[in-house]
Nanobody, 124 residues
Framework: QVQLVESGGGLVQAGGSLRLSCAAS????????MAWFRQAPGKEREFVSG????????FYEDSVKGRFTISRDNAKDTVFLEMRSLNPEDTAVYYC?????????????????WGQGTQVTGSS
């Protein structure tokens, strides 16, 4: 089992920045790919960004490309999401997810481990 705990969410004015962290514990010796998803009120959960175990592959949802950067520190079992130029449309609960494969994908059902989520609010 893998436990995930997100942190770093908050309220930020339009154009501001936040850095989310996701700390993993448990069976972290396995090669897990990681991802960030988000869920806005009244909407389905959607993919934001994913990163492979080796960090050799990173990809993003179109609306966040050029503004968000995903990274990971395997020595600390932590994945990060650096968010810049935030706007009200980025408001959502952000979830960290892990899958038992070194390769990240954008499909929600492929991730077996989830954090509890952290709220990000971009004010206008």
């Amino acid at each position: 089992q893998v436990q995930l705990v997100e942190s770093g969410g908050g309220l930020v004015q339009a154009g501001g920045s936040l850095r989310l962290s996701c700390a993993a514990s448990g069976r972290t010796s396995s090669n897990f790919a990681m991802a960030w998803f988000r869920q806005a009120p009244g909407k389905e959960r959607e993919f934001v960004s994913g990163i492979s175990w080796s960090s050799g592959s990173k990809f993003y949802e179109d609306s966040v490309k050029g503004r968000f950067t995903i990274s990971r520190d395997n020595a600390k079992d932590t994945v990060f999401l650096e968010m810049r130029s935030l706007n009200p449309e980025d408001t959502a609960v952000y979830y960290c997810a892990a899958r038992n494969s070194p390769f990240a994908v954008s499909t929600i059902s492929r991730y077996g481990y989830w954090g509890q989520g952290t709220q990000v609010t971009g004010s206008s």
